[in-house]
């Protein structure tokens, strides 16, 4: 049973950091590229990391290019994404997702297995 858990969300003040974690099981991660989602209320889900299964290719659309570091641990079945610089728009629950083949996408259709999500407040 594959099975992938986030956690370290929490409630944080701007400009503050924080470090998610991903968690997976049944599978085996290095076969595997994962990106970071999140979805805020009435807003779509929205990537905002990706790394490929090497580690060596990492995509971040603009929002967050310089603030976010996605980087994996293949020995500990663990991929992480450091969140710096925080804002108040980047409140939001958070899944990391995985997907065997392909390219760098976002589409949510290409990710067959999803954690539930951890949750990221940002506020004074």
């Known amino acids: 049973q594959v099975q992938l858990v986030e956690s370290g969300g929490d409630l944080v003040q701007p400009g503050g950091s924080l470090k998610l974690s991903c968690v997976t099981s049944?599978?085996?991660?290095?076969?595997?590229?994962v990106a970071w989602f999140r979805q805020a209320p009435g807003k779509e889900r929205e990537g905002v990391s990706f790394?490929?299964?090497?580690?060596?290719?990492?995509y971040y659309p603009n929002s967050v290019m310089g603030r976010f570091t996605i980087s994996r641990d293949n020995s500990k079945n663990t991929v992480y994404l450091q969140m710096n610089s925080l804002k108040s728009d980047d409140t939001a629950v958070y899944y990391c997702a995985a997907k065997t083949r392909g390219p760098q996408t976002f589409e949510t259709s290409e990710y067959p297995y999803w954690g539930r999500g951890t949750q990221v407040t940002v506020s004074s």
């Open positions: 790394i490929s299964s090497s580690g060596i290719y990492k």
């Open positions: 049944g599978i085996t991660l290095g076969n595997y590229a």
